[in-house]
């Protein structure tokens, strides 16, 4: 048998090449398939087959492009209403390719459509070898139950679905059947998926919190539980992936703009990313640029955090990073670019444009600064990573909600904003000095710097308001 799953960072995406006899098929497939291409060809396989385990909402799948660019049939469950060419899923079809059997079980729950492929190797076994799980079964999790919403469905709906899917269906399979799901750590389909990115059944029924016994009710109860909003990028991304995304080839590229265009564009509504790091962005920005860097989750933050309304205008250090920004604002389809700044924010200084700065404070001197109590702490982690442990007095209001409840913060007052290292506290910050704060500073290494230098922290709850 042939099997190898490809890891996007950038997403905590997971997607797999499986197949045998000079075929193989891609399960779940990133927006850019040179890669599948590339390693099929390696391998000396075809690829014949292309499996969507759900309609993905935290990105827009490659199958269209993969499918026009190998001639391969896509397969989707029919309860997708996928207006594309395919082949719609059942319980029990089966995708067969030499002595690999991919063989479909129907799971909804985290959506209606949700399939999960059990891999056989006749070759080896009667039994299943591993078993696809897309956002079913997570590693420590499952797929978060409240994503299809607007579909009439609700979220103990949904939920009641997945007990009867998991307890039904993947439970039953043995313990030795290796999971290999569509996500990791930092995915927002799920809350506490773990860093691991394979397990096996026996080993999630020991130790993932929603397979321990409980009732249908109590499932519901807990899975449903703390829900945060999920991004509003989301059913945009669903909605594609039902009818398929444009390849990639097709968008425009994006023009190259001067410094007055920039500052014209951003006046008339445009949204100006700043793609580089947090100590380049505070060294100086554009003002009112909102900082996601490429360095971390940049996709998923573009996708929570800029509104899909208006167009983007891009600042990054070289030519070499818009071309990457732009491929990943596409694998969560984002594709309105208005134009990037020519020559970076060098020429936009040289150009007499005001420039905005950011101070990035180390925790040492940072500590001292906050003694006397007047500058408010701003953590914008999640709640769980808040409850934990977080610096003395701290407010917590998460970043992917932080634009719609500036009202709980005063403007006048100053502002030390933290999260885990300094990446998301760095686009924080630019949302707050756009928003008109105006002694903003970010914390440098964020709360795990402060704990690695022995500084006091607290626990649980922490203050609401300041």
């Known amino acids: ?3 190898k799953q490809f890891y996007l960072q950038c997403l ?3 997607s797999y090449l499986v197949g045998d006899d000079g075929e193989c098929a891609i399960v779940d497939p990133q927006r850019d398939v040179d890669g599948y291409i590339a ?7 075809k690829i ?3 499996v969507e385990t759900h309609l993905h909402a935290d990105f827009v799948s490659g199958h269209i492009e993969l499918a026009q660019r190998t001639g391969a049939t896509i397969h989707v469950s029919h309860a997708a209403g996928a207006r594309y060419p395919h082949r719609a899923l059942r319980e029990g079809d089966e995708i067969r390719m030499g002595s690999v059997v991919l063989r479909m079980l129907e799971t909804p729950g985290h959506t209606p459509e949700s399939v999960c492929l059990l891999v056989f190797d006749t070759s080896v076994s009667e039994q299943p070898l591993k078993v696809l799980t897309g956002d079913t079964l997570f590693i420590g999790d499952v797929g978060r139950p409240d994503l299809v919403g607007s579909k009439g469905y609700t979220a103990e709906d949904m939920a009641g679905l997945m007990y009867d899917s ?6 039953t399979l043995p313990d030795a059947v290796e999971v290999f799901p569509a996500h990791g750590a930092g995915s927002s389909c799920g809350r506490n998926i773990s860093a691991a990115l394979t397990s096996t059944i026996g080993e999630q029924k020991a130790t993932n919190h929603a397979l321990q016994p409980m009732t249908r009710e109590q499932f519901i109860a807990v899975d449903t539980a703390g829900l945060q909003p999920p991004p509003a990028y989301f059913p945009h991304d669903a909605e594609t992936n039902r009818t398929g995304a444009v390849p990639l080839a097709e968008l425009p590229a994006p023009v190259g703009l001067e410094a007055d265009a920039v500052a014209a564009a951003r006046d008339g509504g445009a949204q100006v990313l700043d793609v580089r790091d947090r100590v380049a962005f505070g060294a100086g920005h554009v003002p009112g640029a909102l900082n996601i860097g490429l360095g971390g989750m940049f996709a998923s933050w573009c996708g929570t955090l800029l509104d899909l309304s208006r167009p983007l205008v891009l600042v990054a250090d070289d030519d070499a990073g818009v071309s990457e920004a732009v491929l990943r604002l596409a694998r969560v389809g984002l594709h309105d670019i208005a134009g990037h700044l020519a020559g970076g924010m060098p020429a936009w200084a040289q150009s007499g ?3 905005e700065t950011i101070e990035q404070v180390d925790v040492a001197p940072l500590s001292k600064r906050l003694a ?4 408010v702490v701003l953590d914008v982690r999640g709640p769980g990573e808040h409850e934990v442990d977080h610096l003395p007095g701290a407010v917590n209001i998460p970043l992917p909600v932080l634009a719609g409840q500036l009202a709980e913060l005063d403007p006048s007052r100053p502002v030390a904003v933290v999260c885990k290292s300094g ?10 000095t756009a928003a008109g704060f105006g002694d903003v500073i970010n914390v440098a290494g964020g709360t795990d710097a402060w704990r690695e230098a022995g500084l006091p922290l607290e626990v649980g709850v922490a203050g609401a308001s300041a």
């Open 12 to 14: 905590a995406h997971a």
């Open 166 to 171: 998991l307890r039904t269906k993947v439970m």
């Open 423 to 432: 990446y998301r506290s760095s686009a924080a910050s630019g949302l707050l």
């Open 353 to 355: 444009q005001a420039v």
């Open 372 to 375: 006397d109590g007047q500058r």
């Open 1 to 3: 048998m042939e099997f």
């Open 48 to 50: 014949a087959h292309i």
């Open 39 to 45: 390693e099929a060809e390696a391998r000396g396989l």
